[in-house]
């Protein structure tokens, strides 16, 4: 089971995965919408890595981001609603990542809970 993460939250997950993740590391956020979706609002990567991986492109990815990230990576998966996400963060989970979230709502959310600049689409 995927947890679901209020984007109200992510500011306190992304502090306590920071405390417990390698010096130097971050935790991740990946984008899974689409290039037209990134370019009407997108997230500012502050305090943690931004990755755009279309949702299609994951599981062609997955060896990198395993090879990249390593498997207990903290990673927050994004979409517009949260419904991709979810099926994104449940892939992951299915192929040994083990320190998956999915962010409730989506950017839509985000745009109402934690930063009113995003725009809504």
């Known amino acids: 089971m995927i947890s679901q993460l209020n984007p109200s939250d992510f500011s306190a997950w992304r502090e306590n995965a920071t405390a417990g993740a390698v010096a ?3 935790p991740v956020l990946i984008d899974v919408r689409e290039p037209w979706e990134l370019q009407t609002a997108s997230v500012k990567a502050e305090g943690f890595t931004l990755l755009h991986i279309p949702m299609r492109e994951i ?3 997955v ?3 395993q090879d990249t990230l390593g498997s207990g990576q903290p990673i927050a998966c994004l979409c517009h609603h ?3 996400s979810l099926q994104v963060a449940n892939y992951l989970a299915q192929s040994g990542f083990s320190e998956v ?4 709502g989506g950017i839509d959310a985000w745009s109402r809970q934690v930063d009113p600049s995003v725009p809504l689409y």
């Open 24 to 26: 130097g590391t971050l």
């Open 59 to 61: 599981p062609a990815r």
């Open 101 to 104: 979230v999915n962010l409730q």
């Open 63 to 65: 060896a990198e981001l």
């Open 82 to 84: 949260g419904m991709r």
